[in-house]
């Protein structure tokens, strides 16, 4: 069973446009939330994070909105760059613990 | 500062040979994780550990082994390969167990 799922596989945004990648878990142990970039050849790098009593965080133009009874957050990037074409994982973990659930990722595309 | 260091980057085993995928870090993290990257499975964790000398199992730990005799290394053994061990492997450190970790470029294992 998939803990935290990512059901858009890709997503194409014009460049200077938002871009909104979603994800659901079904935990309700999870109490912190992750997001990763990663591109070709290389590692996951860390992007942004919030905690379970928080609704909202924002860096940049990266910000996280957790919706606790639904299960859901996001992650909204604007505006959108070249660069932040990327594959993205969401991740959840229990406080305390380090394991880490990911999902299957999302494919984002920046069209100029 | 090198961060996360794995070696090899590339490794083609035949069926039922034995290896291990190295793992080095120089930020003097507690947590250091294994995990496996599969096409349409994000990132499953298979070993990690809470500090030296303590290890314990993830989410796909068969086929597997780990230890951790110093703060820095964290080598991840393949005891008899197999094909369904074909896979991108990372790994990752970090200060705490919220999450927010560092990965290795990762190791691609190919075993025919």
């Known amino acids: 069973d998939q803990q935290v799922k990512q059901n858009s596989p890709s997503l194409s945004v014009q460049e200077g446009r938002i871009s909104i990648l979603n994800c659901d878990y079904t935990n309700s142990m999870f109490d912190y939330f992750l997001w990763y970039k990663k591109y070709p050849a290389e590692g996951p790098t860390f992007l942004i994070s919030i905690s379970s009593i928080k609704d909202k965080n924002e860096d940049g133009r990266f910000t996280v909105f957790l919706n606790k009874s639904a299960k859901h957050l996001s992650l909204h990037i604007v505006p959108s760059q070249p660069g932040d074409s990327a594959v993205y994982f969401c991740?959840?973990?229990?406080?305390?613990?380090?394991?880490?659930?990911f999902g299957q990722g999302t494919r984002l595309t920046i069209n100029p | 500062n090198a961060g996360v260091t794995q070696t090899p980057k590339f490794q083609v085993l035949k069926t039922g040979q034995s290896m291990t995928l190295q793992c080095a870090q120089d930020m003097n993290h507690e947590y250091m994780s294994w995990y496996r990257q599969d096409p349409g499975m994000g990132l499953r964790l298979i070993h990690y550990s809470v500090g030296a000398g303590i290890t314990d199992q993830g989410e796909v730990p068969n086929g597997y082994n780990v230890s951790r005799s110093t703060t820095e290394d964290f080598p991840l053994r393949l005891l008899s390969a197999a094909p369904s061990q074909t896979s991108v492997y990372f790994c990752?450190?970090?200060?705490?167990?919220?999450?927010?970790?560092?990965f290795g470029q990762g190791t691609r294992l190919t075993v025919v």
């Open positions: 991740a959840a973990s229990a406080l305390g613990a380090q394991k880490l659930v």
């Open positions: 990752a450190s970090s200060y705490t167990g919220t999450g927010e970790a560092f």
